[in-house]
């Protein structure tokens, strides 16, 4: 059985959308998907993003679209894998503009649960995924409810860096007011588009620059 719980202040922020329709049918979906074939991640860390970065400590949004589809990859945090677990291309590509723009050396482990713990949202569009199959859960609902997520941000929030990479992610622009909030947009990390644009985008040093100019103590990359 898929525990559908989130354990901070995220639970009231989206209690009316766990309670529409299309939320019940959603979790009727992944709760058969579960039951018959191979899931990432495991159910416990669906909500990790949410868990690991309460609403109230929200600064920073970075924006992905389906979980890795690998074992032992996907713990419910985009662009993040596990500790132990070879770092994906994409992951490898922000490491590198970490590198390039604050001098950061690549760290021991790919698990962002770090920056989670900052303040920094790492949500995926899609929480779960089919092993071995991309995009097997898109249009079943996570859409719908991550998009939710993202407006209660833009709504209720201020002052909040959202990281949008790729045309995917760049979408979601039309949900967020600038003038309430910073938006920092490039071609994704992944290998096809990072040397178009991605590398050499300083969205860290951009965000720490932005967060600090308010106030708010800056992320430790």
């Not at 609403?55 to 389906?66: E, R």
């Not at 859409?143 to 979601?172: C, H, P, S, Y």
């Not at 071609?187 to 600090?212: C, T």
Request: charged share 25%; net charge negative.
């Amino acid at each position: 059985m898929v525990a559908f719980q989130i354990k901070n202040d995220w639970s009231s922020v989206l209690q009316e959308e766990f309670q529409k329709a299309y939320f019940n049918d959603l979790k009727a979906f992944v709760q058969e998907e579960y039951s018959k074939e191979i899931i990432f991640p495991h159910p416990d860390y669906i909500f990790n993003a949410f868990n690991r970065c309460s609403f109230k400590d929200t600064k920073v949004v970075i924006l992905g679209q389906d979980p890795y589809h690998g074992l032992g990859q996907a713990h419910g945090l985009s662009f993040s894998v596990l500790d132990g677990v070879a770092f994906p291309p994409s992951l490898r590509n922000i490491f590198k503009e970490l590198k390039r723009d604050l001098d950061i050396d690549p760290p021991f482990s790919g698990n962002l649960e770090r920056w989670a713990d900052q303040g920094v949202l790492l949500l995926n569009a899609t929480l779960t995924v089919r092993q071995g199959q991309a995009g097997s859960h898109q249009k079943k609902g996570w859409e719908t409810f991550t998009d939710a997520v993202i407006q209660k941000i833009a709504e209720e929030k201020e002052g909040v860096v959202f990281m949008l990479w790729g045309a995917f992610a760049q979408k979601k622009s039309s949900m967020i007011d600038e003038n309430k909030h910073y938006i920092l947009s490039s071609v994704h990390p992944s290998p096809l588009s990072a040397h178009r644009g991605f590398i050499g985008n300083e969205h860290f040093s951009l965000a720490n620059k932005y967060l600090d100019s308010r106030g708010e103590s800056v992320i430790q990359w």
